[in-house]
């Protein structure tokens, strides 16, 4: 609002008809700018849970294939394991039953101490 038309205002309508117009022009320029930063921040929420969302699940991929990855170590280790406990019950199944390697046991134990 100028100030041409705030007295052209006062002279046709008079001072407090004048300073009423001049109040609500004012208060809807306010209510303007006060939406216009409503928006503004409403977008950079946006923006930054965007931003949250796409490090999270960018996170998220991570630990689940990390996760993938340690269960399939884990399952080659639990198999090794599992097969080196065989191999060792063969051997003691062998030297159970041939007594010349039990001999050799014993004189391999005595040469480790």
Known sequence: MTVEILFSAIKTFGLPVALLLFMLWQDSKRKE?????????????????????GKLAQISIECATSLQNSSERDKEMLTSHRAI??????LTLAIRTRPCLEEVVNVMERDAS
């Not at 006060?34 to 949250?52: F, P, S």
């Not at 406990?85 to 063969?90: D, I, L, P, R």
Request: charged share 50%; net charge neutral; proline share 0%.
């Open 33 to 53: 700018q006060d939406r216009k930063d409503r928006e503004a921040l409403l977008k950079r929420i946006e923006g930054l849970e965007d931003y949250q969302k």
């Open 85 to 90: 406990a065989e191999s060792m019950k063969q």
